[in-house]
Structure formats: structure tokens, C-alpha cells
């Protein structure tokens, strides 16, 4: 079989029958490779049993090992996972969250919230400054105040009581023996690293990541985290009471209160955590069922909404880095984010109208404002049925780009899609017994009034605060989970995703032609196109359409997995990052 090594990207002419096999590839269209800045991958990786993809060679590994052990795709989400936050700890890990999709290979879907807490203290102030302004996000990340209530881990956990087919403390023993025998710096941690000037404040992680010369340890030195390997111990002995009481627990409060900048974190807070089951949110695009992630998320809305006001052209008539099909997407964008802006919020708290958004009616209503030749420019929300728009403020909190995907399916056909994160790079640079504390609270709008209106997405103690995580399954008109995809990128999660579907089920790509192509969109501001991709010549067309255009880097990690009629799987790796496709 096929496989992505970590320090060579595999290029191969692999055979895709099936679904996918006289499809074309991204050799069919305009070549996007010049000048890159990432290694291509140019075919798809094909295993006939069970597969993973995740951010890292070690992670997705460690998930294809419990794969061959009989274990289930949640199963393999979680040994991952844990490496994860070992070898990639500035996106994801144990002080974070996440929001996880599965399906049991037959006709049952499943949607879990693992979604951060504000702590109970937790005012809508927290990051108003002393002149009555917003604080900056940088003054406000690195702090006490950033860190909410951790949610991945009782939300794996309860995931693994319903789908794990191996011991729950077998799945950590990979990323325990990784943590004590220590594992290479990957170039990505290294540049993060050289980047970095905020955690170096924090003692533990600079004597961590950092020589005594304050230099970020090189490319290829080895990284042992005893620590890590303790808090593993603990989790995979008691299950989420190892992490949310006892030891662990006290020196998360302890380390947040202490903190220069204190936060209000508290051991009851902690103890007071529970994941949800949320309804997943479902709609219809050609003759498939694609399925997200509802609210606190705004990303199973906002790319179902896309590809609503997107289906009335037809885009497999346009080569995907075309003008027209930049144009189109792009004002979709608006009218996504525009609604994303105003309604979407923890529905524990606000009444979000979330069928409202994605009814058809509504969409094809929204689509009508697209016009094929010229830019509306900055959109409006819309008002679906029984809301009115001036009812809520406008929130335009920042979600960085810090975050990974895994995406699974075993050999009996289960499959799961999960999106986690710390949020910003690092999150909010506190390092408490070998793992980072997230800042996720500076997800939640900084303002809780806008306009007179209050903002959904305000502070409030126990709420969740929203985000753009956007794992996805695609089904079949029989119910049957056909394709697995995910990204992370901060809020432009919600166009790589839409934009890796469209590649699959409109422009019918391999997924690994899907997730090499080329970025662009709105997000209710310029029109951003992806930095050297070759898209530079996009911007004269769209300038002449009315478009603000914008070059900006854009990396995506998108992890896709699609299942072959005829048996096996089809995956793909962004190539921005350093992830690979692993299965047997």
C-alpha cells in the first residue's frame, strides 16, 4: 500500500476505481503547484481495510495500529488524539475541546460536544478594558482569563462508552511510550516555536520546548515529556475523574489563578463538566446527506448554507480556480458569515434558529442575492422565519487557526470525524503537567452589546463559546456513510471544508486532489485568495466584478477519507501540513 512519509511526500499513479476512479484530478485542471511552498502529493492513498488520517505521521500511526488491533474508528480517534497532543501540542490536546461526528456503519449518527465552559465566575466584561474598550486578543490570549473548562476528554470518553471496542487505557499506551522515549521536533512545532514570543513566559513550557539559551529546540531533537506520560497514566487508570479531580485538576486551578493575569477556573468547575449529544445537523446537497456539527459550532450551518446557495449554478461546469467559480463562492461566503455573525451561539443559552438557516426556502431566498457578474460587497444578515435581525448585535470575535482534524473508518465500516483544538497557537501559553491549558474563551464575543442589541455569543458562566469546527460525514440516499472530512484554520475552517466537498461531489476529485486545491472565499470582508497558488491572476477579473481581493497564506489541514463501492478507502493529506494517510 500506498503511505505519506514524514520527511517525503510518496508521489505515485495510484489506480482510484469506484466512486471515484475515471474521475478527474487536479492534473486536469490549471496546474497550482509553482511556487507553492508545500510538497505536492499528487494521488490519493489507497488500503483496503480501515484507514485514518490526522495532522502527523506519528499520530495517524498510532490510530492505524489500534485499527489493526480490532479497534473501532473512535477507538483509533482517541490513541491519536492523545499523540496529538504530544507531537502537535500548539493545535490540540488535553486542556482543549472538540466536537466529534460517528457513525456506526449502518444507519445511526451521533453528534458530541466537547465544547470548552466558561467557568461559573465568568462575566461579559472578562475582556473589556479599564477605558471601556475590548481588550487586544493579544493582551487577552495569553492569560488566566482565556482558559475555559477543558472538554475533550470527557467528551472522548463518553464517545468510547458507546463505540470503543478496545480498553480505554489501551488507546493511551502509544502516546505514553512516544512521551517517554521522546519523539523528534517536527518542522512545523520548530516554526511555530521560532515564532513564538509569548510562551516563554510560562516556566514549565520554556524549559519544555526551549534550550537554556532560549533558542526553540531544533528540528529533529528528541522531546521526552514524563509528564505527559503521568497525566496519561492517571486518565487511562480513572477515566475523566483522573483529569478533572485530583492532582491534575488542582494544578490546572492552581496555575490559572496564579497566574500574572489571573482567570477565575475553579475545581468545582471542573468537576461540573459534562460533554453533550447534540441532534447532528443534516442536509441535502445533490443526491447526498451531507452532516455536521450543529451549535455552539457555526460550521455545520454555515457550510451547509454554502452549498444550498451554491446549488442552483452549475459549478462542474467551471474549472474550480476560475473567476466564475472564485465569484460565486466567494459571495456565498458573505451571506454564511453574515448570518454566522449574528445567530450562532450556544443553544443551551440563545435561541438559535438553526433549521431556519438551513431551510431551502431560505437558502434559495439568500442564493437570489447572488449575483453571477458583480459583488454586493459587505452582506446583511438575513431574517429566517421568526427572527428578527435587530433582536442581536453583531459579533466579530476572532478564531485562529490553531487547531487539527482526525477522520477514521474501521473494518467494519464505522466512521468518525473529529475536530479539537486549544485554539490560538499554543492556546493561552500555560503548561500544566506536560500539556497546555487552552484560551478558547477568547472565542466568545469581547463585547456582550452591540448596537443596543445584545451579542449571542457573549460570556456567560456554563455557556459555550462559538466556534468553526466543522467535521463532517457524507451519506448516501440509503443512510450508509460514504466520505469523512474535516480542516482545522480557525473560522476559515468553514470554507475548507465546503470547498474540499465541492471538490468531491461537484467537481468529483480524489481526495487528495480536493484537498490540494488551492483556497479562496469571504468571510464577509475582502475576498481572500490563497498566497502562492497561482492565483494572482484572479484578482483583476475579480476587481472588475466590485471584489476587494486580498492574497493571504491559508493553511488548511484537511484529513478526507472516501469509501470505495467496490471495498476499501480512498485518503487524503493536506499538504500544507504534515499529515499522512495510515491504515492496513
Known amino acids: 500500500m500506498l503511505t505519506l512519509s514524514f520527511r517525503h511526500w510518496a508521489s505515485a499513479a495510484l489506480l482510484a476505481g469506484g466512486l471515484l476512479g475515471s474521475l478527474p484530478t487536479l492534473a486536469d485542471q490549471p496546474p497550482p503547484e509553482a511556487a507553492s511552498g508545500f510538497a505536492r502529493i499528487t494521488a490519493p492513498t489507497a488500503f483496503d481495510h480501515a484507514m485514518i488520517v490526522t495532522a502527523n505521521p506519528l499520530a495517524s500511526d498510532a490510530g492505524a495500529a489500534i485499527l489493526r488491533q480490532g479497534g473501532s474508528a473512535v477507538d483509533a480517534l482517541i490513541a491519536a488524539q492523545w499523540v496529538l497532543g504530544l507531537t502537535e501540542p500548539q493545535s490540540s490536546g488535553l486542556g482543549g475541546g472538540g466536537f466529534l461526528l460517528t457513525h456506526d456503519g449502518k444507519r445511526t449518527l451521533q453528534s458530541w460536544d466537547g465544547r470548552e465552559t466558561a467557568p461559573a465566575a465568568a462575566r461579559g466584561e472578562r475582556f473589556i478594558g479599564a477605558d471601556g474598550k475590548p481588550l487586544p486578543f493579544s493582551q487577552a490570549v495569553a492569560s488566566g482569563k482565556a482558559v475555559g473548562v477543558p472538554g475533550l476528554v470527557a467528551m472522548l470518553y463518553a464517545a468510547h462508552q458507546q463505540h470503543g471496542k478496545l480498553p480505554w487505557a489501551a488507546l493511551a499506551q502509544p502516546a505514553i511510550q512516544l512521551a517517554e522515549q521522546g519523539f523528534a521536533v517536527s518542522p512545523r512545532l520548530y516554526t511555530l516555536l ?82 453533550k449529544q447534540r441532534a447532528p445537523l443534516c442536509g441535502p446537497y445533490r443526491q447526498w446527506q451531507v452532516c455536521g456539527m450543529g451549535a455552539p459550532s457555526s460550521g455545520g450551518v454555515a457550510v451547509l448554507q454554502l452549498l444550498g446557495m451554491l446549488a442552483r449554478f452549475q459549478l462542474n461546469t467551471l474549472p474550480p480556480t476560475s473567476a466564475d467559480a ?210 494572482e491572476r484572479l484578482i483583476e477579473p475579480l476587481r472588475q466584478r466590485g471584489h476587494e481581493v486580498k492574497l493571504t497564506p491559508m493553511t488548511s489541514g484537511l484529513s478526507i477519507i472516501v469509501r470505495q463501492p467496490q471495498g476499501g478507502y480512498l485518503g487524503g493529506a493536506d499538504p500544507r501540513r504534515e499529515g499522512k494517510v495510515s491504515g492496513f
Open 194 to 275: 521560532v515564532q513564538e514570543t509569548r510562551l516563554q513566559a510560562d516556566a514549565n513550557a520554556r524549559r519544555y520546548f526551549f534550550s537554556e539559551d532560549g533558542r526553540p529546540r531544533p528540528v529533529g531533537s528528541l522531546l521526552r515529556n514524563p509528564d505527559y506520560a503521568d497525566t496519561l497514566r492517571r486518565i487511562a487508570r480513572q477515566g475523566p475523574a483522573g483529569f478533572y479531580q485530583g492532582p491534575v485538576a488542582a494544578d490546572m486551578v492552581r496555575a490559572v489563578q496564579n497566574h500574572p493575569t489571573p482567570g477565575d477556573l475553579t475545581l468545582a468547575d471542573l468537576a461540573s463538566y459534562r460533554p
Open 326 to 535: 472564485v465569484h460565486l463562492y466567494s459571495e456565498a461566503g458573505r451571506l454564511a458569515f453574515a448570518d454566522r455573525e449574528r445567530y450562532l451561539a450556544d443553544p443551551d443559552f440563545v435561541a438559535v434558529p438553526q433549521a431556519g438557516l438551513i431551510a431551502p426556502d431560505y437558502l434559495a431566498a439568500r442564493s437570489q442575492l447572488i449575483d453571477p457578474q458583480r459583488s454586493h460587497g459587505p452582506a446583511r444578515a438575513g431574517e429566517p422565519a421568526g427572527v428578527k435581525l435587530s433582536a442581536w448585535g453583531r459579533d466579530a470575535a476572532p478564531e485562529l487557526p490553531s487547531t487539527t482534524h482526525l477522520v477514521a473508518f474501521d473494518r467494519d465500516g464505522r466512521a468518525a470525524s473529529m475536530t479539537s483544538s486549544v485554539e490560538d497557537a499554543f492556546g493561552s501559553r500555560i503548561m500544566v503537567r506536560g500539556f497546555l491549558l487552552n484560551n478558547q474563551m477568547t472565542d466568545f464575543s469581547f463585547l456582550p452589546e452591540q448596537d443596543g442589541a445584545p451579542v449571542a455569543n457573549r460570556i456567560q458562566p456554563g455557556k459555550r463559546p462559538r466556534s468553526a469546527m466543522s467535521p463532517t460525514l457524507v451519506l448516501d440516499q440509503q443512510g450508509q456513510v460514504q466520505m469523512a472530512v474535516g480542516s482545522p484554520g480557525g473560522s476559515l475552517i468553514i470554507h475548507y471544508v465546503a470547498q474540499a466537498l465541492l471538490g468531491l461531489l461537484e467537481w468529483r476529485l480524489d481526495p487528495q486532489a480536493a484537498a490540494n486545491l488551492p483556497h479562496y472565499g469571504s468571510r464577509n470582508g475582502p475576498t481572500e485568495l490563497e498566497a502562492d497558488q497561482q492565483l
